[in-house]
């Protein structure tokens, strides 16, 4: 005969309960669209490569060939670095394939950890972790030290640990 009231504070707290969005709050909401909108553009971008095939990327190389037989500019940073795009070119030929499914694989697994975050779940930031972790092995594991490569990974690298951080500001939020 005796009804389950709960608890003590159950009783008193006459406050409704937070919805997922207020719980989410803005903060959190505008990272996470900013990560889908990063990765719905990595992800077009790959998918774009794979439908144009490996003939636009030829035909890139032989244009920066030409302009390399022709002559070098004389100033040997600009010089190394046309070098080292046509290198990275043809390791894109070369690999065209694997390259662009590895890619896409490591922005779904990031779109997952997002997504999982924005229904604050805590595992989505330790899969996005793992995202940004195979993202720059990725690209060291296909490119090498090559020079224009360095450059791009020490970026995505940077804001890798921005993008982190900003998450990990928002854990809390976060259950499980």
Do not use: H
């Amino acid at each position: 005969m005796m009804e389950d009231v709960g608890s003590a504070e159950e009783q008193w707290d006459n406050s409704p309960a937070e919805t997922p969005k207020e719980k989410r709050g803005s903060f959190l909401t505008m990272i996470t669209t900013l990560s889908w909108i990063s990765q719905g553009m990595a992800a077009s971008s790959a998918l774009m490569m794979l439908l144009r095939g490996r003939d636009s990327l030829e035909e890139q190389v032989g244009v920066m060939n030409e302009l390399v037989s022709k002559e070098m500019s004389g100033m040997p940073f600009l010089d190394n670095i046309l070098l080292d795009t046509i290198s990275l070119l043809e390791i894109t030929i070369m690999n065209f394939t694997q390259i662009n499914l590895v890619n896409l694989l490591v922005v779904a697994t990031g779109a997952f950890g997002v997504l999982l975050m924005f229904k604050l779940k805590k595992i989505g930031f330790l899969i996005y972790l793992l995202y940004c972790c195979a993202e720059l092995y990725a690209a060291y594991y296909f490119f090498g030290d090559l020079s224009v490569m360095v450059m791009s990974m020490a970026i995505t690298g940077l804001i890798s640990v921005v993008f982190i951080i900003l998450y990990a500001v928002n854990l809390k939020r976060m259950t499980e």
